[in-house]
Protein backbone atom coordinates (compact mmCIF):
# COMPACT_ATOMS: atom_id res chain seq x y z
CA UNK A 1 0.00 0.00 0.00
CA UNK A 2 0.83 3.38 -0.55
CA UNK A 3 0.40 6.81 1.25
CA UNK A 4 0.51 10.27 0.84
CA UNK A 5 0.29 11.76 4.32
CA UNK A 6 -0.75 11.66 7.44
CA UNK A 7 -2.25 14.32 9.44
CA UNK A 8 -2.51 14.82 12.94
CA UNK A 9 -4.62 16.66 15.53
CA UNK A 10 -7.48 16.31 12.33
CA UNK A 11 -10.91 17.85 13.08
CA UNK A 12 -12.50 17.15 9.75
CA UNK A 13 -12.58 13.83 9.18
CA UNK A 14 -14.43 12.24 11.58
CA UNK A 15 -15.36 13.09 15.65
CA UNK A 16 -12.80 14.39 17.75
CA UNK A 17 -8.87 15.00 17.18
CA UNK A 18 -8.00 12.57 14.59
CA UNK A 19 -5.18 10.94 13.06
CA UNK A 20 -5.78 10.41 9.40
CA UNK A 21 -4.08 7.74 6.82
CA UNK A 22 -4.52 9.26 3.39
CA UNK A 23 -3.78 6.29 0.65
CA UNK A 24 -2.96 6.46 -2.64
CA UNK A 25 -5.69 4.64 -5.24
CA UNK A 26 -8.97 5.82 -6.48
CA UNK A 27 -10.85 4.63 -9.19
CA UNK A 28 -14.25 6.53 -8.84
CA UNK A 29 -12.33 9.73 -10.65
CA UNK A 30 -14.92 11.85 -9.03
CA UNK A 31 -15.56 15.35 -10.90
CA UNK A 32 -14.46 18.42 -8.55
CA UNK A 33 -12.45 15.75 -5.64
CA UNK A 34 -10.41 17.52 -3.88
CA UNK A 35 -7.68 14.76 -3.86
CA UNK A 36 -7.12 13.97 -7.14
CA UNK A 37 -3.54 13.42 -6.23
CA UNK A 38 -4.10 10.55 -4.57
CA UNK A 39 -6.06 8.54 -7.41
CA UNK A 40 -3.01 7.16 -8.26
CA UNK A 41 -1.74 3.74 -6.96
CA UNK A 42 1.52 4.27 -7.72
CA UNK A 43 1.62 7.62 -6.06
CA UNK A 44 2.82 9.18 -2.90
CA UNK A 45 5.04 6.41 -0.73
CA UNK A 46 5.30 3.11 0.53
CA UNK A 47 3.26 2.48 3.75
CA UNK A 48 6.04 0.99 5.66
CA UNK A 49 7.13 0.55 9.37
CA UNK A 50 8.27 4.29 10.29
CA UNK A 51 4.60 5.38 8.64
CA UNK A 52 2.82 2.87 11.15
CA UNK A 53 4.77 3.72 14.00
CA UNK A 54 4.09 7.41 13.26
CA UNK A 55 0.18 6.43 13.69
CA UNK A 56 0.55 4.77 16.33
CA UNK A 57 2.78 7.56 18.17
CA UNK A 58 -0.40 9.68 17.55
CA UNK A 59 -2.97 6.81 18.57
CA UNK A 60 -0.87 6.23 22.07
CA UNK A 61 -1.90 9.89 23.13
CA UNK A 62 -4.78 10.11 25.17
CA UNK A 63 -6.73 13.23 23.47
CA UNK A 64 -6.76 11.52 20.35
CA UNK A 65 -10.02 9.59 19.38
CA UNK A 66 -8.77 7.56 16.77
CA UNK A 67 -7.83 7.05 12.96
CA UNK A 68 -9.66 8.20 9.86
CA UNK A 69 -8.83 6.74 6.59
CA UNK A 70 -8.85 8.46 3.36
CA UNK A 71 -7.22 9.38 0.06
CA UNK A 72 -7.73 7.97 -2.39
CA UNK A 73 -9.94 5.02 -1.69
CA UNK A 74 -9.18 2.79 1.16
CA UNK A 75 -11.04 0.06 -0.22
CA UNK A 76 -9.31 0.28 -3.84
CA UNK A 77 -8.80 -3.09 -4.31
CA UNK A 78 -4.82 -2.94 -4.22
CA UNK A 79 -5.25 -1.62 -0.85
CA UNK A 80 -7.89 -3.63 1.04
CA UNK A 81 -5.87 -5.98 2.51
CA UNK A 82 -3.05 -4.00 4.25
CA UNK A 83 -6.24 -1.63 5.59
CA UNK A 84 -7.70 -4.92 7.16
CA UNK A 85 -4.35 -5.68 8.30
CA UNK A 86 -3.63 -2.33 9.85
CA UNK A 87 -7.16 -2.18 11.12
CA UNK A 88 -6.84 -5.35 12.56
CA UNK A 89 -3.87 -4.30 14.25
CA UNK A 90 -5.28 -0.74 15.67
CA UNK A 91 -8.25 -2.55 17.52
CA UNK A 92 -6.08 -4.98 19.41
CA UNK A 93 -3.87 -2.29 20.42
CA UNK A 94 -6.41 0.48 20.50
CA UNK A 95 -9.53 -1.08 21.30
CA UNK A 96 -10.53 2.47 23.09
CA UNK A 97 -10.25 4.45 20.00
CA UNK A 98 -12.84 4.59 17.08
CA UNK A 99 -12.49 4.21 13.43
CA UNK A 100 -13.43 5.74 10.52
CA UNK A 101 -13.04 5.16 6.77
CA UNK A 102 -13.86 6.90 3.72
CA UNK A 103 -14.99 5.64 0.58
CA UNK A 104 -16.33 6.68 -3.02
CA UNK A 105 -17.79 2.90 -2.39
CA UNK A 106 -21.65 2.59 -1.55
CA UNK A 107 -22.16 0.94 2.40
CA UNK A 108 -24.46 -2.02 0.29
CA UNK A 109 -21.30 -2.48 -1.96
CA UNK A 110 -19.18 -3.31 0.94
CA UNK A 111 -20.73 -4.22 4.14
CA UNK A 112 -19.37 -7.75 3.29
CA UNK A 113 -16.00 -6.98 3.15
CA UNK A 114 -13.77 -8.19 5.87
CA UNK A 115 -12.65 -5.22 7.46
CA UNK A 116 -16.29 -3.72 8.25
CA UNK A 117 -16.66 -5.54 11.53
CA UNK A 118 -13.36 -3.61 13.17
CA UNK A 119 -14.78 -0.13 12.11
CA UNK A 120 -16.97 2.15 14.00
CA UNK A 121 -17.53 4.66 10.84
CA UNK A 122 -17.93 4.09 7.24
CA UNK A 123 -18.70 7.41 5.27
CA UNK A 124 -20.33 5.95 1.66
CA UNK A 125 -20.29 6.79 -1.82
CA UNK A 126 -18.70 9.22 -4.67
CA UNK A 127 -18.20 12.90 -3.92
CA UNK A 128 -20.93 14.31 -6.18
CA UNK A 129 -19.79 18.00 -7.34
CA UNK A 130 -23.65 19.28 -7.81
CA UNK A 131 -24.79 18.17 -4.59
CA UNK A 132 -22.23 19.42 -2.91
CA UNK A 133 -23.08 20.77 0.78
CA UNK A 134 -20.57 22.27 2.74
CA UNK A 135 -22.85 23.01 6.04
CA UNK A 136 -22.21 18.69 6.18
CA UNK A 137 -20.56 17.43 8.98
CA UNK A 138 -18.28 14.95 7.78
CA UNK A 139 -18.76 14.82 4.22
CA UNK A 140 -18.80 16.47 0.68
CA UNK A 141 -21.81 16.51 -0.81
CA UNK A 142 -25.50 15.47 -0.10
CA UNK A 143 -25.77 11.72 -1.22
CA UNK A 144 -22.98 10.95 1.10
CA UNK A 145 -23.92 8.97 4.31
CA UNK A 146 -22.27 8.74 7.64
CA UNK A 147 -22.76 5.37 8.82
CA UNK A 148 -22.51 3.79 12.40
CA UNK A 149 -21.40 0.60 11.34
CA UNK A 150 -22.15 -1.73 14.24
CA UNK A 151 -25.82 -0.67 14.31
CA UNK A 152 -25.96 -1.30 10.72
CA UNK A 153 -24.20 -4.58 9.95
CA UNK A 154 -27.58 -6.94 10.63
CA UNK A 155 -28.55 -6.14 7.42
CA UNK A 156 -32.21 -5.35 8.33
CA UNK A 157 -31.58 -0.93 7.83
CA UNK A 158 -28.47 0.98 7.52
CA UNK A 159 -28.31 3.18 10.44
CA UNK A 160 -27.06 6.69 10.06
CA UNK A 161 -23.98 8.06 12.62
CA UNK A 162 -25.47 10.82 14.97
Known sequence: MRYHD???????????????????????????????????????????????????????????SGITYSGGDPLFLANREEILALTKEIKE?????????????NWEEVKDEPVIPYL???VDGKYIEKERDVSLPWRGSRNQRVIDVPKSRDGSKTILYA
Open 93 to 105: KYPNKNIWLYTGY
Open 6 to 64: ITKDDMLNGEGLRVVLWVSGCSHNCKGCQNPVTWDPKGGVLFDRAAKAEIFDQLDKDYI
Open 120 to 122: DVL
